[in-house]
């Protein structure tokens, strides 16, 4: 039974954890399996084969990892760097600050390059710092793809042609948490070295399986990193996949198989195509929000999220006080603003297995909700506006034709 009952379903509207479709909760109702029996290695094989191109990337080495996002990030670094080895890192909003707050305490050189949040990554500091290093002290720039906190997106292609351009060898670490098989991502195409993800996002799991891909490049690096890690070493990983067990400690088996039903349902979909549904969530719910005479965090369109918004109030508004109200009156959950923008924006998620009408839901409840705060907004107008833009852009379903 629900800890806290409400008829119907919770419309759930945070930046992930996310919807899990029906197939992917059918998937993993089943028992426990002894996972050095033939089956088990055999799923292992498919599902790593498979994830290779939700990162696009035929090189890449990918690693399951029981663990979350965070402990993705902890694998990423700690294999490919040596303490206290120079790092370019990106600081734009909360993730971003938590990561850097993770190289830190495992002693790495962090060189920080801040931005007022609601702004992307400052790449013209970047350039500076790649252009006079050349005794290659910066051995990685590390960089958050899509910041949940304030639904900023980089230009991750900027990046590479950057490293490209100065020649410079630094190993580039991507956290794709929130924007892999959701946005558009290319990791041979943009030269990324470690891409990481977390099964709660876009993928439309529960939360409990990082996802990392190691390109051939960090693979070496990873053979002379000098920081301490057992749990996440890859060296493990890699001689189990060798041996054909795929597994150096126990996996969770009904993760396992939620994965191959979640990534069933994208490939049925198509990998563009779902980032193309993205696409017009994001575009529907700014429209939205401008409707309504509200800012969005992300203050140039270049940087727009198509996961995440995150919605500026007024100052006499405690953007708290909206999420609170619609968890308590119309069972929807929203994203609270973080740190800096703590009672500042509240954020509206519109990623992983999620349609178009489940957002025009969304989109009225805030409404509402708004109203019952003391905003003067016109009750149908953001919906209104993302109506209008949806029925001319929603494609036919294919299976259905």
Sequence with gaps: MDYVYAPGRNHLFVPGPVNIPEPVIRAMNRNNEDYRAPAIPALTKTLLEDVKK??????????????????AWESALTNTLSPGD??????IGQFSLLWIDQQQRLNFNVDVIESEWGQGANLDILASKLAVDSAHTIKAICIVHNETATGVTNNLSAVRR????YRHPAL????GVSSICALDFRMDEWGIDVALTGSQKALSLPTGMGI?????????????AKSVRVFFDWKDYLKFYKMGTFWPYTPSIQLLYGLRAALDLIFEEGLDNVIERHSRLGK?????????????????????SDTVTAVVVPPYIDSSEIVRRAW??????????????????????????????QLMGCLAGVEMILKDVGYPVKLGSGVAAASAYLQNNIPMIPSRI
């Design 54 to 71: 939700i990162f696009k990337t035929t090189t890449g080495t990918p690693f399951l990892i029981p663990t979350t996002g965070t402990g």
């Design 86 to 91: 120079r790092i370019v890192s990106f600081l």
């Design 162 to 165: 950057l490293l490209d351009e």
């Design 172 to 175: 580039l670490l991507v956290d």
């Design 212 to 224: 990392v891909c190691a390109s051939p490049k960090a693979i070496e690096a990873s053979k002379t």
């Design 284 to 304: 529907a719910t700014r429209l939205a929000v401008e409707a309504w005479g509200l800012k969005n965090c992300t203050q140039k369109d270049e940087w727009f």
């Design 328 to 357: 308590q009156r119309y069972n929807l959950s929203l994203g609270l603003g973080l740190n800096k923008v703590a009672g500042k924006v509240f954020r509206i998620g519109h990623l992983g297995h999620l349609n178009e009408l």
